[in-house]
C-alpha cells in the first residue's frame, strides 16, 4: 500500500527558505507516475503547486515559479524514496497546509482529483 507522509514545514519569515519532505513507500515503480505538491488554505479549493513526472519533467504553478523547487530521489534502487520542495523567497500568501500526491497512471493532472494518493499534511506559516 503506498504511504506518503510530508516533513519539514514550519514557520518562517519573508523572505526565508524551508525545504519540504515526502517520504514515500509503497510504490512499485514500474510504471510511468507522477507526483506533486498542493497547498490549501481554509475555506478554498486544494491547489497544485508543482509537479514532477516519472521521467522528471516538472511544471509550476505560477505563482510560484522561479521561488520554488521541486525534485525527486525516487527509484527502486534508492534508499530515501522522497520528494521535495524548496521554497524559497517566501511570502506571507504561501502560508498554507501542504500536501504531497501522487497517482500511478502516468498522467500529471492539475487538479486534485487526478492523484489516488496523499499524504496528512505539513503546515507552512510565513509572517510579514
Known amino acids: 500500500q503506498v504511504q506518503l507522509v510530508e516533513s519539514g514545514g514550519g514557520s518562517v519569515q519573508a523572505g526565508g527558505s524551508l525545504r519540504l519532505s515526502c517520504a514515500v513507500s509503497?510504490?512499485?515503480?514500474?510504471?510511468?507516475?507522477?507526483m506533486g505538491w498542493f497547498r490549501q488554505i481554509p475555506g478554498k479549493e486544494r491547489e497544485r503547486v508543482a509537479r514532477?513526472?516519472?521521467?522528471?519533467?516538472?511544471?509550476?504553478?505560477?505563482f510560484v515559479k522561479g521561488r520554488f523547487t521541486i525534485y525527486k530521489d525516487i527509484s527502486k534502487d534508492s534508499p530515501k524514496n522522497t520528494l521535495y520542495l524548496q521554497m524559497n523567497s517566501l511570502k506571507p500568501e504561501d502560508t498554507a497546509m501542504y500536501y504531497c500526491?501522487?497517482?500511478?497512471?502516468?498522467?500529471?493532472?492539475?487538479?486534485?482529483?487526478?492523484?489516488?494518493?496523499w499524504g496528512p499534511g505539513t503546515q507552512v506559516t510565513v509572517s510579514s
Open positions: 514532477i513526472a516519472s521521467d522528471g519533467g516538472t511544471r509550476y504553478a505560477d
Open positions: 509503497g510504490y512499485t515503480y514500474s510504471s510511468p507516475y507522477c
Open positions: 500526491a501522487a497517482n500511478d497512471g502516468g498522467y500529471c493532472a492539475t487538479g486534485p482529483d487526478g492523484y489516488t494518493f
